[in-house]
C-alpha cells in the first residue's frame, strides 16, 4: 500500500445534494496522512439543492493537482453541463488525479466533460438510460471501477463507494477501521432502494417528483451526443479532404 | 395519517460529526409540507469534528416549539455537557416536540439534560457503556424507539432512524418513496460495521483514536450521576427534615 499524503478534493455546486458529497467526505476524511478542501466556481457558501448551505474552501483554480477527485451529482448539475470553465477543470485534474470519483448525477458531468468515452460507469438508477449518449457502458452496480474511474449509484451509493476507494487507497484494514467507526452495518427498513425491488406505485411516486429534471436531463445530454456526433463528422470530413 | 405542517429542527454544534446531522437532514428534509432549520449556540458557520463547514440558521432562542427535534452527536458533544443554556433547551423544546431524535453521541446529550430517565436508548457503539449513567436503559439495536424519544445509533445508524422517523411522521408510502430516491439499497464492502462482527485487530483499531475522548466521557457521564445523587439525597434529606 502506498502510503504518499494524499491531496483529496470535491467540487461542490449550488444545487448539488449534500449527501452525495457529504456522505463520502465523512469516509475520505478519516483517511490517514491526507487532507480533503471543497473547490467552487466561487469561494465560501454553497447551497445544496434543499438549501442547506455547505462551503467551498477556495476556487477551482486554486487547486492543485489532487490525488482523488470527488464528484457529486444532484439537480444543480445541470447548469453546469456547458460550463466550460468547471468542464476543463474537471479534465484537467482528471489526467492527473489517482482517481476520480462520481456519486449519483455526478457522473453526467464527468460525462459532459468527454470522460466516459468507453468507461463502465452508474450513476442514479432514474439517470442511467442517459449515459450511452456519452460514450459510456452504462452498468447497472452500486459501486463501478473502471481504471482510476470510480461512479457510485444514487445519492447513499456514495458511501459504499468511498469505503471501496477508501480500501483502494489505504488499504483493508483502514477501510475496515472506518467503517466500524461509522457503525457502518445499514438496516434499511424497507426493501425497496432500488426499483427493481421497490414496488411499481413506489417507482412512480419517486418519479413523479423529478420527472421534469430527468426531461431537461435527456436534453442536455443529447445536446451533447449532436456535438460530439457533429465533431465526429467534421474530423471525417476534413480527413477525406 | 396526520397531515398538519411540520417543523423540524436540529442542534448543530462546533465538533458535531457532520454525518450524524447530514443523513438524517437528507431525508426528513424530503417529507412533505415540512419546514427543516438549524439551529446553534451562535448563528452562523459551524465546524465539525473534521472542518467540515455548515451553518446554523438561527439561535437557540429563535427557535419555535419544533415538532421535530434533531440532535447529532461527535466529539464536540462533550463541552455542551455542562452548557446549562444548551440543555435548558433540550428540556424546554423536548417537553412539546412530537418526536425528540438522537444520533450517536447526541444521546449523551439528551441524558445530560436529564431525557433519558427510564428510557431505552442506543448511542455509539463505543458510548453504549456510558447511558446507564443517565438513569436509560441502554439497548444495542440500531434504532430505538420509546414513545416520543427514538434514538440512533453510530453515525450512519441515522439514515436507518431518519427513515423510521419519516414513517412514523407521514406513513410508510412517503418513507419508502424517500428510501427509492436515495437509491437505499446498501452493500456495506465489509461485514465489520459492529464490534460483535468485525474482527478483534479492527476493534482495537478504531477503538486506539478515540480512546482519550471515550475516556472524558466517562468523566462527564459519571459527573452527571453523581450530581444526581447528591440533588436525590438532598431531596431526601429534605424530606426527613
Redesign the interface.
Known amino acids: 500500500m502506498d502510503h504518499r499524503p494524499l491531496r483529496i478534493g470535491a467540487l461542490l455546486f449550488e444545487g448539488l445534494?449534500?449527501?452525495d458529497f457529504?456522505?463520502p467526505?465523512?469516509v475520505l476524511?478519516?483517511l490517514s496522512d491526507s487532507t480533503?478542501t471543497t473547490y467552487g466556481p466561487v469561494a465560501g457558501?454553497v447551497a445544496d439543492t434543499?438549501g442547506?448551505?455547505?462551503?467551498a474552501d477556495a476556487v477551482l483554480e486554486e487547486a492543485p493537482q489532487l490525488d482523488v477527485l470527488l464528484v457529486p451529482g444532484g439537480p444543480g448539475q445541470q447548469k453546469l453541463m456547458d460550463d466550460d470553465r468547471v468542464l476543463a477543470w474537471l479534465r484537467s485534474q482528471a489526467a492527473g488525479a489517482g482517481c476520480v470519483f462520481s456519486v449519483?448525477t455526478g457522473a453526467l458531468l464527468l460525462g459532459a466533460a468527454g470522460l466516459l468515452r468507453g468507461v463502465r460507469a452508474t450513476t442514479?438508477?432514474a439517470a442511467l438510460h442517459l449515459l450511452p449518449y456519452f460514450g459510456a457502458d452504462a452498468t447497472d452496480e452500486?459501486?463501478v471501477f473502471d481504471g482510476r474511474l470510480v461512479s457510485a449509484?444514487?445519492?447513499?451509493?456514495g458511501?459504499?463507494g468511498a469505503?471501496?476507494v477508501a480500501?483502494l487507497l489505504r488499504g483493508?484494514?483502514e477501510?475496515?477501521?472506518i467503517?466500524?467507526?461509522?457503525?457502518?452495518?445499514?438496516?434499511?427498513?424497507?426493501d425497496?432502494?432500488?426499483?427493481a425491488?421497490?414496488?411499481q406505485?413506489?417507482?412512480d411516486?419517486?418519479l413523479r417528483?423529478?420527472g421534469d429534471l430527468t426531461a431537461a436531463r435527456l436534453v442536455t445530454t443529447r445536446r451533447f451526443a449532436d456535438r460530439e456526433r457533429a465533431a465526429g463528422s467534421r474530423r471525417t470530413d476534413t480527413g477525406s479532404a
Open positions: 445534494d449534500q449527501i457529504t456522505g467526505y465523512e476524511a478519516k480533503f457558501p434543499t442547506l448551505v455547505l462551503r449519483c442514479h438508477w452500486r459501486v449509484g444514487g445519492v447513499t451509493a458511501i459504499d469505503l471501496r480500501e483493508t484494514e477501510a475496515q477501521t467503517q466500524l467507526l461509522l457503525q457502518y452495518a445499514p438496516e434499511p427498513p424497507f425497496c432502494g432500488t426499483p425491488t421497490a414496488p406505485h413506489i417507482v411516486a419517486a417528483p423529478i
